[in-house]
């Protein structure tokens, strides 16, 4: 069986063919536009065109309704992306059962089902350009009533604190993010500098990149506590851009754990970087929906 994985993201759509074992082929990358519905349709006609699947799995930036596969609320990182009901659009015109969560929730889904299927339960904290998360339980990410469940980057961490594109002040997503780590060293430097120049850099030793990542690590480790206070699961995986960084920015995290994890049962090796990378939100959109068209979980 096949399925068509979707990660869309404010930067980039990723997308690729799923097998049953979260094996992936064909896999592309495209700009997210700013007419993403018509770009989305886009893209699975092409798909559709060139390849025979039996499911369509999106996992998408926003809050998603988990009964109906409509976007309850987007910041403007997608925009106009609000209210959009994607499920009912895609499977109007396909015929083909397609299943919608949010990116988050699909990237902990796809990283328990290539990597962690002996853990009952595992979350997932993915620092990009914004801060996302997961939880998967017995198998099943948690969704929740409203499709709000482990929104941890807009838990708030500082009260009246950064404002956010969500409208409320002081959460987490300000504070913990690649992007901040990329303003606190322009902050210092006076010019921005890329990706793979600031991972360079930082596994290169630099004082300033360093100093940038250990601030994000110091409040990542504060967020990460509180997962585990929260839901005690076996695992705590932590993906999204600043896996990139490696293990040295693992050892880094886990000594800023390490102040907590003293008052708790919980500790620094309970928390790991993510396996599959980028790939996991294409994973675990396309297992997802796959496993609804095999009635492998409940239909809404």
């Not at 063919?17 to 989305?40: F, H, S």
């Not at 390849?51 to 999106?58: K, L, Q, T, W, Y």
């Not at 929730?105 to 990597?115: K, L, P, R, Y």
């Not at 500082?158 to 902050?187: D, F, T």
């Amino acid at each position: 069986m096949l399925s068509f994985g979707i990660d869309i993201g404010g930067t980039m759509i990723k997308t690729a063919i799923v097998n049953e074992k979260g094996e992936l082929d064909r896999k592309k990358l495209y700009p997210t536009g700013k007419g993403l519905e018509e770009q989305l349709l886009e893209i699975i006609d092409l798909e559709l065109y060139e390849n025979r699947v039996e499911a369509i799995g999106i996992g998408t930036a926003g809050r998603v309704n988990p009964r109906t596969g409509s976007v309850s609320l987007a910041t403007d990182n997608l925009a106009d992306w609000t209210g959009v009901r994607i499920k009912e659009i895609i499977e109007e015109k396909t015929g083909i059962t397609t299943s919608v969560i949010n990116d988050a929730n699909a990237a902990a889904f796809g990283e328990w089902f290539v990597n962690h299927r002996n853990a009952e339960s595992l979350a997932m904290l993915t620092v990009g350009t914004g801060l996302g998360g997961g939880v998967v339980i017995d198998g099943l990410p948690l969704l929740g009533k409203r499709g709000e469940a482990a929104e941890f980057g807009h838990q708030i961490l500082y009260p009246g604190g950064r404002k956010c594109n969500c409208g409320k002040n002081g959460c987490a997503e300000q504070y913990v993010s690649m992007r901040l780590i990329h303003r606190l060293v322009a902050e210092v430097t006076g010019y921005e500098i890329e990706r793979t120049e600031l991972i360079k850099q930082f596994l290169g030793g630099d004082p300033i990149v360093h100093k940038a990542v250990q601030r994000v690590a110091k409040d990542l480790a504060v967020l990460i506590d509180s997962v585990f206070l929260n839901f005690d699961p076996d695992i705590v995986v932590v993906g999204g851009g600043i896996s990139e960084l490696g293990d040295s920015f693992l050892d880094l995290l886990r000594e800023e754990i390490s102040h907590y994890e003293r008052a708790s049962l919980y500790t620094g090796y309970n928390v790991v970087l993510s396996g599959s990378g980028n790939d996991s939100g294409i994973v675990g959109a396309a297992i997802y929906a796959m496993n609804r068209v095999l009635k492998d979980y409940p239909t809404w």
